[in-house]
């Protein structure tokens, strides 16, 4: 057993266990176990960022998502009258065109990914990633991080004037 | 001297160097290394919480003009051990009609996610598993895992108690989670970094302890952590005049232990938090080399655990609006108007 191999396990049982859970939240009947493997999901997403020395995302990973998530339980619990077996129609008759223009994509993914010299190279993560991702922030990139900002307060305001019934 | 860095380096190297002997390669001896830590901070830790709820009953017990535990070894010590044995053996009743995976992962998540926060705390010199370069942050992000939890306990047992303890307890730790984190930033704004053996280390005297330039940025923490922690006067989740014991009402047996210990753990970990930040973690307030670091570091934690003990055994309970409206309405603004001075005062002084 080699270190490489170790990376490797690390890698593919993270991997697994992103599209497990993924496959599961879309594929629950019951709202609430969806919301619990999206957590899942989320973590481990996080693991890979953790595998890529992405501290600084990996916990912001953790801590934007699986709040959000928390808050998706609390409306799901809230606002829908049948939680669990709820039945479902997967599919209907589009399903032979939908599957076809999906693998189509999936083809597309993998013949691109397949064919992307992608640039390989031994550079180290920077120590303090939160200082230099806050320094772009505010300095090269404080346009967009303004604008996403705008759009999300915007993004609220239009949630609560929908929801507002009167 | 008596630093147990140098013992826990001699002792590693022995056991690494056997490992090396049998012919395993340096990563998967790292990787068992990482085990023996997981399992020796588990021991401390539960070791810790075994006192902390010993303590809990005693500290009440005075306040309230009684002896608390006596039988049970010298002044009731190992009455906690016997507590624990017990709900060990106990049958594990589990109702009908449950959402039984939800019922049985929620205690497993809310004490794993309560027990990985130690992974990145400097419990003394030296002794710190994995410092972080965002330590703070992902001491946030893990806590927050506990409100998944207490979710998942209230709508997996299937009970209206349950479900409006669980519910309440998210809303409430999603709400104080908002002035916790923004009272953290002012220490972090200081101190320039989120890595905690970093902000210790800059906390080498008595005066250069983060408090007497946070002292506003504590107070606000420490209310928040009060209530992250679900301890009165914030306890109402599991109010147990109205809700019978919130959302750990239909667990039994070892699950119910797993939600006890968590909690005492949850309240180790705020006051963990709290000295790291803003008391100088491991420093001795003689300067850094004054007795051993990790015993100032567990004096001044237990302090702080004593102070929340304090807490509950003195305040009423909070009704649940005037929860909310004081989180919203006074703890948030306090937070910005930290925030704002600590950036006024980093641009004078600075």
Known sequence: ?166 | MFELRGLIDTIWGWIAGLLADIGLSAGLVQLIGYAIIAAVLFGVIALVVLFLVWWERKVSAKMQDRLGPMRVGWHGIIQTIADAMKLLQKEDITPKNIDFPIHFWAPVITFVAAFMVYVTVPFGKGLIVADLNVGVLYIIAITTFTVIGLLMAGWGSNNKYALLGGFRSAAQVVSYEVPLTLSLLGVIMISQTLSLGTIVGQQDGFFKWYVWRQPLGFVIFWIAATAECNRTPFDLPEADSELVAGFVTEYSGMKFAMFFLAEFLNMFTASVVAVTLFFGGWMSPFGPDFGPSWLWFFAKTFFFVFVLMWFRWTYPRLRVDQLMGFAWKVLLPLAFLNILLTGLGIYIFD
């Open chain 1, 1 to 166: 057993m080699t270190d490489a191999f170790l990376t490797n396990l690390a890698f593919y049982v993270i991997s697994f266990c992103v599209i497990a859970g993924g496959i599961f939240v879309v594929s629950s009947r019951n709202l609430f176990h969806s919301a619990v493997f999206l957590v899942f999901t989320l973590f481990s997403v996080a693991g890979i960022f953790v595998m890529l020395s992405a501290y600084l995302l990996a916990a912001i990973q953790v801590l934007v998502y699986v709040g959000a998530v928390a808050m998706l339980m609390i409306f799901g619990v809230m606002l829908t009258t049948q939680l669990s077996n709820v039945r479902i129609r997967y599919m209907n008759e589009q399903v032979w065109p939908a599957l076809l223009i999906c693998a189509g994509f999936l083809a597309l993914l993998v013949y691109g990914l397949t064919d992307t010299p992608f640039a390989t190279g031994n550079v180290a993560a920077p120590v303090e990633g939160a200082k230099a991702i806050g320094t772009l922030l505010m300095t090269k990139y404080v346009l967009p991080f303004e604008m996403v900002s705008v759009l999300l307060l915007a993004a609220l305001v239009g949630a609560i004037v929908i929801a507002k019934k009167d």
